[in-house]
């Protein structure tokens, strides 16, 4: 159904004309506020319902996303153009400013209160990235799939090359290294996870469409893939995995009676394995994007105490700002293999068998 939606509602890229008096008006609005680095950070690194890709005087050049919404015992869908960048409400819905829906949709309800619609399905940004992704992900691999067929036997080229080396070093160092023996039935989860993280860690760095989206800074996003972690870990639990939870062994007994103090510590454990993995990808990512943008948001604040402090602070900022871009290559890959390696790990411990 979300795909019906999609085609049926597809985004919109358009450029506003100069002569359209509404934007006119917005970006005038724009050049007389104070720059703010706090709230143009936080724009950049959360989601949004429509894709800004640049600004060109007066020329808003933007991916207007579908609106999908079910309120109140009705579907309403709309573009997000008639939010006119969030400055505006439609169909009694609005983006929220403040508190904790910022930056979401929400209406008034009798008391003039700021309220969610009962859900809100609508494909935002990240989103979209996801989706961009997703296809440009299962694209190469069916083509590196094929390129094995008809290369039987013979070494690899292209991107066979280039993604055979990661491939067998997820496969070997990480997933028969950490599980064992069963790890041929863990390894394709282990690499869907592996190159959907690195993968969307790199677009994230790209400063243009389709790259830019902060998705894997996205908590959502990281705590889902913590959740399949989770589930699989659980289901895959054997009886010396739970016995090691409810009953350690070589642990002292006034540990477990009367209080089962080490139980109830594993028992958290559980949970918060997962948890640990959620919000360390998401702070890690999240925190790359800040700096970044922090060292961009110097150019403009100096430049607002006079141009010359701006352009003197640019090269200092522009510097620093290119180290972190590949600093961030590296932190990349590194919190992929790091995602990857604690699931395989957590994997291992579960089917491990008595010793």
């Known amino acids: 159904m979300l795909t019906a939606i999609f085609f049926v509602s597809s985004p919109v890229l358009r450029a506003n004309e100069a002569s359209n008096s509404d934007e006119i008006k917005y970006a005038e ?18 989601d949004s319902y429509e894709w800004h890709i640049i600004t060109i005087g007066h020329n808003h050049i933007s991916i207007y996303l579908p609106v999908i919404l079910y309120d109140q015992g009705k579907w309403i869908i709309f573009n997000s153009k008639h939010l006119h960048h969030g400055k505006d409400s439609y169909k ?45 992900i299962i694209w190469i691999f069916i083509s590196v799939a094929n390129s094995y067929k008809r290369r039987r036997g013979q070494a690899p080229k292209g991107l066979q090359s280039m993604l055979e080396p990661l491939i067998l070093f997820i496969r070997d160092d990480v997933a028969k290294a950490s599980i064992g023996h069963k790890y041929e039935r863990y390894t394709p989860y282990l690499l869907t996870l ?22 894997t800074g996205n908590i959502g996003v990281t705590g889902v893939m913590a959740a399949f972690t989770f589930i699989i870990t659980t289901i895959s639990g054997n009886k010396n995995y739970w016995m090691h939870i409810v009953n350690m062994p070589g642990v002292p007994w006034w540990l477990k009676i009367p209080v089962p103090l080490m139980p109830i510590v594993e028992l958290m454990g559980i949970f918060t394995k997962p ?64 995602f990857t390696i604690l699931s395989a790990l957590y994997f291992g411990m579960a089917i491990e068998e008595e010793h």
């Open 275 to 338: 948890f640990v993995l959620m919000v360390r990808l998401f702070a890690n990512i999240s925190a790359g994007h800040i700096i970044i943008l922090g060292f961009v948001s110097l150019i403009f604040i100096f430049g607002n105490i006079h141009p010359v402090a701006g352009y003197g602070v640019s090269i200092v900022s522009v510097a620093f700002g290119i180290f972190m871009d590949l600093l961030e290559l590296l932190v990349a890959f590194i919190q992929a293999y790091v």
């Open 194 to 215: 592996f190159f959907f993280i690195f993968f969307n860690n790199l677009f994230g760095i790209v400063p243009f469409f389709p790259g830019g989206a902060n998705l």
């Open 92 to 136: 009694g819905y609005h983006i929220a400013k403040e508190g904790f829906n910022a930056g979401k949709l929400v209406r008034r309800n009798e008391k003039g209160e700021e309220v969610r619609p009962d859900y809100d399905i609508s494909i935002t940004k990240n989103v979209l990235a996801l989706f961009i992704s997703a296809v440009l």
């Open 29 to 46: 609005e724009i050049e007389k506020e104070e720059f703010k680095a706090g709230e143009m950070i936080i724009e950049h690194i959360t």
